[in-house]
């Protein structure tokens, strides 16, 4: 038996499956042509009114930002230096501002106080009170019991969130967080 090198095994397969590619997308080709195919059983046409949807409103990218923006232009009057995460009702960092002269730990404490507002539709100053009669409630992955984060609300639903972290204090830090849900409503 000859053996073959090892260039011509690598030419012979690379042949090989560029001609099955190529009968799959002729295959594939020749079927999206056909407008006669029925649609396929697994096929559903959704209604929009199906009880079976769940809907959910939030900030689109440009409100986000213009929250976020608004929260770090009032810290930056006031001549603080933060940073500013909005994140959406899941808590999914939409917009995150690390303000010049902000510390190290500012972007993730504010994402945190953030996700932590919109979990709990309250102001995080609230909550980190709360913690006197549910001392647990610290334990809860990606929470930060601090003052700086606020809930934004949409027909009393929280929609997302803004956390506000780096100045040297929790209140100032949710000042100037609801600096930045006060700039939506205008």
Known sequence: ????????RVLTGTAAVAALAAAGVGAVSASAETTDTPASP??????????????????????????AQA???????AGQ???????????????LLKGDGAGPQAPESAERKAFTAVSWN?????????LAQAPNLKDIPGTLFLA??????????PIAGIGVAGAPSGDLDEQFAQAGVAALGK
């Not at 929260?71 to 009057?77: E, F, G, I, S, V």
């Open 1 to 8: 038996m000859k053996k073959t090198s090892v260039r011509t």
């Open 42 to 67: 697994a096929a559903v046409k959704v209604d929009t009114q199906n009880r079976n949807l769940a809907q959910s409103a939030g900030l689109n990218i440009d409100a986000a930002t213009r929250a």
């Open 71 to 77: 929260a770090l232009d009032a810290a930056n009057k």
């Open 81 to 95: 230096h933060v940073s500013v995460a909005v994140v959406d009702r899941d808590g999914v960092t939409r917009v």
């Open 122 to 130: 309250a102001p995080t100053s609230e909550l980190a009170r709360r």
């Open 148 to 157: 700086g984060g606020a809930p934004v609300q949409s027909k009393g639903a």
